[in-house]
């Protein structure tokens, strides 16, 4: 198979994430859909470096394996804690921070 | 075209539709516990894209770590948090119509971006690669002689997720909630039963029936109810919650 088409697999991936990001109202599923884009990246890179032969975009896509376990540690412990406080786990409902 | 051209296109294939349609069931599915699962298959669809450009590392991590690690961190919060069914949409909102144009946008845009490049590769198979091409062997060499300082700073971000993470979710009052844990269970005694607290005096707590006490997260705590009368712990309406944020 052409590289070609694991990057239009990525593009599809990418852009459903970023539509998910923008209308669904829970964080969870809003974290579930940036996971969609990370590995949409990953797909990409991973493509790359096959289309090279280096291991260079395998090793990123690792990195970014582990950026991604990160924010889902630290969003998941924010969703805990907003649960916690027995406020709606709604991103319109959380908007004390806007000015 | 070889035999195994024709194979590797037909497992192309599968697992690109097994990519896209577990995406597309993240965003549509209404039940958050159905998106995880969702997008469990989306990654080990992914795990099979990755295999065939000869990345096996890379797709072992993302099932064992990704697939598997991760999604039950999800799962575990989905559980905890409570399956809500919600609304797909926020309630008339202009980002319901903007944000499928926006994505369309956003996909034609990348696709003329994609495979509308100069890049002579992009039609052809991949290069030449020699035999341990994207093994742990390869992977872990360059891991610790090109990409050392990335590897440490991938164990750093770890180590303060990892912190940061217990931080934000754990439970504000630490040994308080014992103590308050503890005033319960004593309360839950009958009277005259023979307690440490009565040998040496202290008078006896009143009675209430065990069915009027029943302390669950997140409700508030039933200290008036039931026919026990006057107690020597005053009355808190408020719930443990509220407790925990104001005592911080």
């Given amino acids: 198979m052409a590289i070609g088409w694991y990057l239009s697999v990525s593009v599809l991936v990418f852009c459903i994430g970023a539509v998910g990001v923008l209308i669904r109202p829970n964080p969870m599923v809003i974290l579930l859909c940036l996971e969609l884009m990370l590995n949409a990246a990953n797909l990409a890179l991973v493509a790359f470096s096959r289309m090279w032969g280096g291991v260079g975009g395998q090793i990123f896509a690792l990195i970014v394996m582990v950026i991604a376990a990160c924010e889902v540690t630290v969003g998941l412990g924010l969703i805990v804690a907003i649960y916690r406080r027995q406020m709606a786990i709604d991103v319109d409902e959380l908007n004390e921070l806007r000015g | ?248």
């Fill in chain 2, 1 to 248: 075209m070889g035999s195994g051209d024709v194979l590797s296109a037909i497992i192309f294939f599968i697992a690109a539709i097994g990519a896209i349609s577990g995406a597309i069931g993240v965003v549509m599915v209404r039940n958050p516990f159905y998106a995880v699962l969702s997008l469990v298959c989306h990654l080990i669809s992914l795990a099979a894209l990755f295999l065939l450009l000869r990345a096996q590392f890379v797709a072992a991590a993302q099932v064992v770590v990704y697939a598997g690690a991760v999604m039950v961190l999800y799962v575990f919060v989905v559980a905890y948090v409570g399956d809500l069914d919600e609304p797909l949409h926020r309630p008339g909102g202009a980002l319901k119509v903007l944000a499928p144009v926006f994505g369309v946008c956003l996909a034609v845009e990348l696709f003329f971006a994609v495979l509308g490049t100069a890049l002579k590769g992009i039609g052809t198979s991949g290069a030449h690669f020699s035999l341990g091409f994207g093994t742990p062997a390869q992977i872990g060499t360059a891991f610790l002689t090109t990409y050392l300082f990335a590897f440490e700073v991938a164990s750093l971000i770890l180590m303060v997720a990892a912190v940061g993470a217990i931080v934000l979710a754990r439970r504000r009052r630490g040994l308080g909630e014992l103590e308050f844990e503890k005033e319960i269970r004593l309360r839950l005694r009958p009277a005259y039963t023979g307690t440490m607290a009565e040998s040496i005096g202290v008078p006896a707590r009143t009675p209430q029936p065990p069915s009027q006490i029943e302390i669950r997260e997140g409700e508030p705590v039933p200290v008036t109810g039931g026919t026990g009368g006057a107690s020597d712990i005053e009355p808190e309406p408020r719930t443990r919650n509220q407790q925990a944020w104001e005592d911080d």
